[in-house]
């Protein structure tokens, strides 16, 4: 009995597909998030509440053999029992672990050992954590999918598969829409994760901030080099809040950012009738100073023309930024944005862990995409590190899990390379890159500047060390590399 025991434990193994991730919105392709689309409104097609269309009222057996572990270590409503409630619409069993006061965080326990066990005891894991990229951590030490249910001010890219879900339930198509974001767009997650799926999906980009909370700068830069959106100035008397641009995505993937695009009249655009408001709080718990201004959402707001026939959308909750005076309005649907959490969440659990026989849905698996671009590991303890402070790697119970790792990016024209932390995704700045200093552990000589770096084969990678200066390099015992030429990174 052993025997046949182990022989069906071995074959079980073997049939079991890569573990898949969701960390951030990009991990995700756009044919993946229609085929979550596509599974989600299928269940509402057949569980959902016969007066109340938007609400999933009844249950499958779907995962009747699974198990979804929330791991919480923020406040969550929404997030949390949508996401439990998904798995019991499925069929399946949740347990959870939502105050870190009564876990083994509070005895000091990392989250690389906490998810190496939790990992033992289900099927998939759904993480909410202060710190950000504290769910890439946390998937590259699970046995089983990790979901980001929203990490620090970094992402959360399952609040965007609903807004977008929502979006496309009114609007049909996600294609060239015009989206306005209103409030704390530095430290909110939801719109960094909302903002990278807009550009994908072509969407025009008209940022509201309040005074001081714009865009983080690796979130605009990204917007503009990578999602290759332009940025086009309002007319003056369409001037609103404290920016006086819009983002607008290129037709084509490859346009480069600064060359404006002959076939687009952006004076027509500027005008153009928004066909959403996306709403968010202040996030107070990630600003020092809590008493700031911030903008309101109102009817005197929403009674601009422009605003006419937008939908008003909020991911919750809300404090003082939405007039409740609102919920009564026909272009409000945050609630029922709300209400998607649970479609759209059972979708993406089913497709995680392969519980569809349709042959013809796009099954999801393979871990981690393979990254664009090279991965440079710094050694512990030496070296260049993530400059954002709340990153997870900044974390004293992490550092010995978490190495400083960061993509190597090279710029379109080849002529200049940058680090991006591959946790929080944050950039680290340098007034220029030729302030990089680029040492070789085997020969302890550096040289200056990034520029090759982004050529240099990963096994080469791994015998290099970055340091920010000149100066760190030589305190660390490395000489300066002298070959009679110009000095070359690696």
Known sequence: GRANWAYSSALM????PPTRHIVSINDLSNKEIETIFEVAQGFLQELADSHIPYRIARSTGLASKSILASLFYEPSTRTRLSFETAM???????????DPAVSSAAKGESLADTIRVISNYCDVVVIRHPRDGAARLAAEYSQVPVINGGDGSHEHPTQTLCDLFTLRSKKKSLRNMKVAISGDLKGSRTIHSFV???????????????????LPEHVARRLREEFHCQMVSKAPDQV?????????????????????????????????KIDAVYVTRFQKERWAEKDRPYPKVDAEFLGQPKFSEASVMHPLPRVNELDAALD????????????YGVPVRMALISLLLHLHKNKSLHQFSGGFAKPEHPIYAQPIGTGVTCGNRNCIVADPAERQYAANKFYVIEDEARQHCKLRCVYCETDIEQ?????????DSTRKTFSPGLRALARLPTERLKHLIIYRSVSDAVAAGFQPRDNGKKARAG
């Open 13 to 16: 193994t073997k049939a079991l």
């Open 88 to 98: 019991l619409r499925l069929g399946g069993a949740n347990i959870t672990s939502a």
């Open 196 to 214: 990278y799926a807009l550009a994908r999906f072509g969407a025009t980009i008209d940022p509201l901030p309040a005074p001081g909370m714009e």
């Open 240 to 272: 609103g809040g404290a920016i006086d641009a819009l983002y607008v995505t290129a037709d084509q993937p490859h346009q480069l950012s600064l060359i404006p695009d002959p076939d687009i009249d952006y004076g027509l655009l500027v005008q153009k």
């Open 328 to 339: 009564s309005d026909r272009r409000a649907i945050y609630f029922q944005q709300a209400a």
């Open 431 to 439: 007034e220029t890159a030729d302030q990089f200093v680029v040492s």
